[in-house]
């Protein structure tokens, strides 16, 4: 891999070393750290004058070496500030990282992309939104970004995968760190298929304070952010507040107005954030041609007559059993039997409160490439 450092190569271990020294003591203060290596001009050097201004001690040879032998058990590399193949957006940040650890081709930093960002307990109607989307836009050839979170952004992950395109994954923690456990198989998936990428130390927890550093690395690498489903206090509003600081093109997703969990996403678009219901809204904001895509669902004629009203209304709106028994004016053990039918076809989910929701129909994934 051109451009970084491996540790798993005897001949660059001093080297990695020295970077990670540095981003031992910049990656909480990346824009010291930047101002080092520039004055510097070499890791060792800006690593020891940034010890020398903020006053903060140096990890020691021991650390630096279980870092570097984290960093080559998890199969990743670094990628130096000043080195090839550094994105040239997170670059011009005036807070660049010094260094960047990454597992995965960094190739697909350079495509264009978009960061599909919300709650992590988003609705089940959220979650299959964002599937769709990311489908859709990765179908289309964009990348798709977002922070391996539970709720919108693993959902945006496996939909871009689904579509057999490439994810970006930018993590709060150290790059050897499952978290949330849950989803280390898909951190695996997206090394294999894009990349996974964070600028903190091999071995750092997945702290509150490391997610706003996070963030601004996911509006960095977007031509767009999109926030999906959000409340008042989410943390992708803070992506988004990043975004708008570094002039990248700010979208949500609109949701009902009496609901705490489209409430911040809702107030994006009030204060002027473009409108997206399908992934063509997106790419007519990045000025790209629209597409076809799976976000227009189409009835499925296999399905019983019942079964396919039945979908018909939950795509209006959720519905418990009841209300939708009530709405077809159909008994309630008939639609039962429908329901259970759109189930095991994967067509609808369950909210939390027991209502359902209708989702698409499970899209074809391309061949791995």
């Known amino acids: 891999m051109a451009g970084s450092r491996d540790p798993r190569d005897p001949r660059q271990r001093g080297c990695v070393l020295a970077w990670l020294a540095l981003q031992d003591l910049g990656a909480l203060r ?16 800006a690593a020891a004058a940034l010890a020398r201004t903020s006053g903060a001690s140096p990890a020691p040879a021991a ?29 011009r940040l005036a807070d660049p990282p010094p260094v960047l650890c990454l597992r995965g081709e960094p190739a697909a930093l350079a495509r264009p992309a978009v960061a599909l ?72 998936e997206l090394a294999e298929r894009g990349v996974v990428l964070t600028e903190l130390p091999p071995g750092a927890p997945p702290l509150p304070h490391h997610f706003p550093l996070r963030n601004r690395l996911i509006s960095a690498l977007a031509s767009a952010v999109v926030v999906v489903e959000a409340r008042e206090r989410s943390g992708s509003l803070i992506t988004a507040e990043h975004a708008a600081e570094q002039g990248v093109d700010v979208l949500a997703v609109p949701g009902p107005v009496l609901s705490d969990s489209h409430l911040g996403s809702n107030r994006l678009l ?100």
Request: a positive charge.
């Open 270 to 369: 009030r204060d002027g954030a473009g409108v997206v219901l399908e992934a063509n809204d997106v790419r007519l904001a990045l000025g790209l041609a629209p597409l076809a895509t799976a976000l227009a669902a189409e009835c499925d004629e296999s399905l019983p007559t019942l079964a396919r009203q039945g979908l018909a209304a939950l795509r209006e709106e959720p519905r418990s059993p009841d209300e939708l028994a009530r709405h077809l004016g159909r008994p309630v053990h008939e639609v039962g039997a429908a329901i259970v039918q759109l189930e095991l076809a994967g067509r609808i989910a369950r909210e939390p409160d027991g209502r359902l929701v209708a989702q698409a129909s499970a899209p074809r994934s391309r061949p791995r490439r």
């Open 63 to 91: 650390e630096l070496e279980a870092r570097a032998e984290r960093l080559a058990a998890a199969g990743a590399r670094l990628l130096p500030l000043d080195f090839p193949g550094y994105p040239p957006r997170v670059r």
């Open 30 to 45: 990346p824009r010291e750290a930047a101002r080092a290596l520039a004055a510097a001009r070499e890791p060792r050097a």
């Open 117 to 188: 960002v919300g709650a992590r307990r988003a609705s089940a109607a959220g979650r299959e939104l964002a599937r769709r989307l990311a489908h859709d836009l990765a179908a289309g050839g964009l990348a798709v970004i977002s922070g391996l979170a539970r709720g919108i952004d693993g959902a945006a992950h496996r939909g871009a995968l689904e579509a057999g395109g490439v994810s970006l994954a930018v993590l709060g923690c150290g790059i050897d760190v499952a978290y949330p456990r849950e989803h280390a198989g898909l951190a695996s």
